[in-house]
């Protein structure tokens, strides 16, 4: 299995892609549903930021309140991810070369490869569900937050691999702007169109996980740890989870897979297995 080096020498973990010295990845695709739910997402923000300022205006008859209240969803955007941000710099623990040294090295070396100009800030969170491994951002800065479920109780890592490719998946977001402030200002509306929103996110799942196969393509099986947590993902059949992708039905289950924010780890593991199919947003 081939292994991911740093500048410094020395492997950082199994299952990172093995390119010569003068290849080169090829950029990862976007899921093709990405870009048109993006255009139609906003739109539909357009449309209804329309109405809100005809409204506005018919009510108050008011050019300064209009413009207040058009100027309300993106000022309550930044404060939300102004405090979101702030809360990691004042309670979570921020890594380091100092300060669990080896998520550090992962950080710097999987943000190079991905193109980043500028590696993201990474903070470890209390609790044990990898879930919580998250991507944001605020201002210029942007940053990762993973679970403290990622690592022992002696401080370390439990699972190197599975620590890479949800930080690599992450870190696809920031690369694919996912976490700009200006995306999330343009595509607000849409959260109130029941499973519209909800279908980018999907679609951007899909693209981040594009992006954390293609660095790590060794490593993918590391979504069993969404399914049954950091303790027992090991025990985890992927293969056959993702053949329930195909033959699981029924009513509940479709509306649950049309309002749900993530693909389901069914339809996640069948589409990182199967390469030749992009994972599936609607039916």
């Not at 002696?154 to 620590?163: F, M, N, Q, S, Y």
């Given at each position: 299995m081939?292994?991911?080096?740093?500048?410094?020498?020395?492997?950082?973990?199994p299952?990172?892609s093995?390119?010569?010295?003068?290849?080169?990845?090829l950029p990862?695709?976007?899921?093709?549903?990405e870009?048109?739910?993006?255009?139609v997402?906003?739109?539909?923000?357009?449309?209804?930021?329309?109405?809100?300022?005809?409204?506005?205006?018919s009510?108050?008859?008011?050019?300064?309140?209009?413009?207040i209240?058009?100027?309300?969803?993106?000022?309550?955007?930044?404060?939300g991810?102004g405090l979101?941000?702030?809360?990691h710099?004042?309670e979570?623990?921020?890594?380091s070369p100092t300060?669990?040294p080896e998520v550090?090295?992962?950080v710097?070396?999987?943000?190079e490869?991905m193109g980043?100009?500028?590696?993201?800030?990474a903070?470890?969170?209390p609790?044990g569900d990898?879930?919580?491994?998250?991507a944001?951002?605020h201002?210029?800065?942007?940053y990762?937050?993973?679970?403290?479920?990622?690592?022992?109780?002696d401080?370390?890592?439990?699972?190197?691999e599975?620590?890479?490719?949800?930080?690599?998946?992450?870190?696809?977001?920031?690369a694919a702007?996912?976490?700009?402030?200006w995306?999330?200002?343009?595509t607000s509306?849409?959260?109130?169109?029941?499973?519209?929103?909800?279908a980018?996110?999907?679609?951007?799942?899909?693209?981040a996980d594009n992006h954390?196969?293609?660095?790590?393509?060794?490593?993918?099986?590391?979504?069993?740890?969404?399914?049954?947590?950091?303790h027992?993902?090991?025990r985890?059949?992927?293969g056959e989870?993702?053949?329930?992708?195909?033959?699981?039905?029924?009513?509940s289950?479709?509306l649950?897979?049309l309002?749900t924010r993530?693909?389901?780890?069914i339809?996640?593991?069948a589409?990182l297995?199967d390469?030749s199919?992009h994972?599936?947003?609607?039916?």
């Amino acid at each position: 299995m081939p292994y991911a080096t740093h500048p410094g020498g020395g492997v950082l973990w199994p299952g990172a892609s093995d390119l010569a010295e003068d290849e080169e990845l090829l950029p990862p695709p976007s899921h093709p549903w990405e870009r048109p739910l993006l255009v139609v997402c906003v739109v539909v923000t357009f449309v209804l930021a329309t109405l809100l300022a005809h409204t506005a205006w018919s009510v108050t008859g008011s050019q300064p309140w209009t413009i207040i209240t058009l100027c309300a969803v993106p000022a309550w955007c930044l404060l939300g991810r102004g405090l979101r941000h702030a809360r990691h710099r004042a309670e979570s623990v921020k890594i380091s070369p100092t300060q669990f040294p080896e998520v550090h090295r992962m950080v710097m070396t999987l943000s190079e490869n991905m193109g980043l100009d500028r590696p993201p800030d990474a903070y470890v969170t209390p609790g044990g569900d990898p879930l919580r491994t998250d991507a944001s951002g605020h201002g210029l800065r942007r940053y990762l937050v993973l679970s403290g479920g990622l690592f022992d109780t002696d401080g370390h890592l439990r699972d190197p691999e599975v620590a890479a490719f949800l930080m690599a998946h992450q870190i696809g977001h920031i690369a694919a702007g996912h976490t700009g402030y200006w995306r999330r200002v343009a595509t607000s509306g849409a959260e109130l169109v029941p499973g519209l929103g909800a279908a980018l996110c999907r679609a951007q799942e899909y693209t981040a996980d594009n992006h954390a196969h293609t660095h790590l393509p060794g490593a993918s099986h590391a979504v069993r740890v969404l399914a049954s947590g950091a303790h027992t993902y090991t025990r985890v059949n992927m293969g056959e989870m993702a053949d329930r992708a195909r033959t699981d039905r029924g009513c509940s289950l479709l509306l649950y897979h049309l309002f749900t924010r993530r693909p389901s780890n069914i339809r996640r593991m069948a589409a990182l297995r199967d390469r030749s199919r992009h994972g599936r947003v609607f039916l």
